[in-house]
């Protein structure tokens, strides 16, 4: 499979300008293009660059907007809830992110429910701006259906993903980023730009038969079968019902819901309100540590802590550059030929 | 398999006499029972009566405290810090989130951290308190280590459970309730009384092989791979860590934990803060209908929300009483001979 390495700093900066030739303001350009490039940085393609184009298409149709009016809708000393006007995830869960950690400097938690957002990127990302802060940061989200229930064999809630972040002392913070689906959207959409097949118990076609073709997968599954459903639903419920935008039941209903639309909570709980931070920190170093000298299974080298795969991935890509496979480089160079951007050398 | 039935509040009596004997105040005995019980009826066997020789166990070795000093660590308008001094877990929870639910109505959410608590029992029921309150309610526990990371053939983590429940209008409240292995110990306990195996995938023995006899457990599995395992680790980090008593890399490295000692978080948030609370739970309804009228998977007859079973048993034992195995009547019989407690009729 054919697939070029581009640095990352000229594919943030390539991406900006698309962005910016999208309709957004350079900030919000730059926010957008930093979280997409970030999550590639990490090794997570699925929510990296590869979404452009149909973050294009969305702009288009009316989905995503690039030139959102965000409103705060309710405001506590702990609480904050904002419309975020359909704006590209990054641009308004970053604003909310900071107001959330504000708060949890001041009262010890902060509380951040966003209505109407669009796709976010890798949730991690938010979870990790507490971390470096010296908080604990979470994130999840929730959409339309994209996931069979258990027990469904059609489309019936949200893969939606959770995001929690601690930090470390010696170590790098832990991330932990999952989607409750076994396998996230993008990881779908990455095989079909790799030309690759998925493996069984991924996903469902339209028809609810089990495929492994990603150009056939139209349903997901969730993990760990009653369980990543279950929490699957109470996120929605934590997010979607709890913003009055329930997406879900609308959608299983036949009704309209704008393209692309999400809603999302992010919290902040301040270390340093309960703790001394530093001792936090080696705490989180002594439990890594002692987990990675277990008796490893059979197979096992080593044990791995949440985030550590993609840390590695990161120091490696940071200095040899992101690859991306041919598909992702079509696409992305349609996409600035649209928009009249340049394409960088080397992609 | 002998067993017999006893009604729910006869056996919520007989265990609070249990408790005062051990000890506690009568108050403090009463919602311990009530917390057991509770789990008896919902068919959360593994976290009810069963646990009472444990607990006798657990106080006379210096563990589990009747009669604690508990002492409010620090707190601001929305968070609040507790040492449990190791009090009986539905003590200090109860109190815990009742004061986490007096914040939420006022600044939209609270966020509470117990430390040195002992065995919540089912942690579904304080998320659920909230619930009956308009509110969504949160609860996660970590204790020392009794689970194998992902990738390794020792304990290196607490199978952490969580809870999380939200009000609906006409269908009971969501509760879903769930360890981050695939079972919870006290199931692997409740084959050991039942005198039935356990299904592979459950437990590894004491040297880490795989086992499906529950006398043999010593270690369980997580759930859904690495994703249940990085759960459990932020788990541990939000509530051990947070609370400055790791428990988990102290016990791997041989330093004696007080047993028993256990460190919880409890959370609500108000739904009227951020929605309308007659339409949150309307839309709630409609999602779970929504979710239920999907056209179900192969082997399904319907589809079940977070909590459903555990309601139609509720209502049933409710009425027809709780069905105890000979192992669990025998264990609690001598519980009642050296406390000196007269064993109700029936039992």
């Known amino acids: 499979m054919s697939q070029v390495r581009i640095d990352w700093k000229v594919l943030e900066d390539f991406t900006k300008k698309i962005f910016v030739e999208m309709g957004m303001r350079p900030e919000d ?34 989905g995503m907007n690039p030139d959102p009016d965000i409103q705060v809708l309710r405001e506590t000393p702990a609480v904050i809830f904002v419309d975020g006007d359909h704006a590209f995830g990054p641009v308004v869960t970053t604003f909310t992110m900071e107001r959330v950690m504000e ?15 669009t796709h976010q990127g890798a949730m991690g990302y938010y979870a990790l701006l507490a971390a470096e802060k010296g ?59 790799k030309g690759v097949s998925i493996p069984e118990g991924w996903a469902l076609d339209v028809e609810g038969n089990p495929t492994t073709d990603p150009e056939e997968a ?87 802590m949440p985030g550590e795969l993609e840390d590695r991935v990161h120091e490696e890509r940071a200095e040899e550059g992101i690859p991306l496979p041919e598909g992702t480089v079509q696409n992305l160079r349609e996409v600035a030929e649209k928009l009249g951007v340049e394409v960088p050398e080397g992609l």
Request: glycine share 10%.
């Open 103 to 117: 708060k949890a400097g001041e009262v010890g938690i902060g509380w951040g429910l966003i209505r109407n957002t």
């Open 135 to 193: 908080m604990a940061g979470i994130a999840l989200v929730s959409n339309p259906p994209n996931m069979a229930p258990y027990g469904a064999k059609a489309r019936g809630i949200h893969n939606s993903p959770i995001a929690i972040s601690v930090p470390a002392k010696e170590h790098r913070p832990l991330v932990l980023d999952m989607a409750t689906s076994v396998a996230a959207g993008g990881k779908v959409d990455l095989a079909v730009d």
């Open 218 to 304: 139209a349903i997901l599954l969730p993990f760990g079968a009653y369980k990543g459903s279950n929490l699957a639903i109470m996120f929605a419920c934590l997010s979607n019902i709890m913003a009055g935008n329930p997406l879900v039941a609308p959608t299983l209903a036949g009704q309209e819901v704008r393209p692309g639309t999400q809603n999302s909570v992010v919290a902040a709980v301040d270390i340093g309100t309960f703790s001394d931070l530093e001792m936090f920190k080696e705490n989180v170093d002594d439990l890594v540590d002692g987990i990675k000298g277990l008796p490893k299974a059979e197979d096992f080298d080593e044990i791995l």
């Open 29 to 62: 350009a730059e926010t957008e293009a930093r979280v997409l490039v970030w999550a590639n940085l990490r090794g997570i393609d699925s929510h990296g660059v590869l979404r452009v184009p149909q973050y294009l298409a969305s702009v288009q149709k009316g």
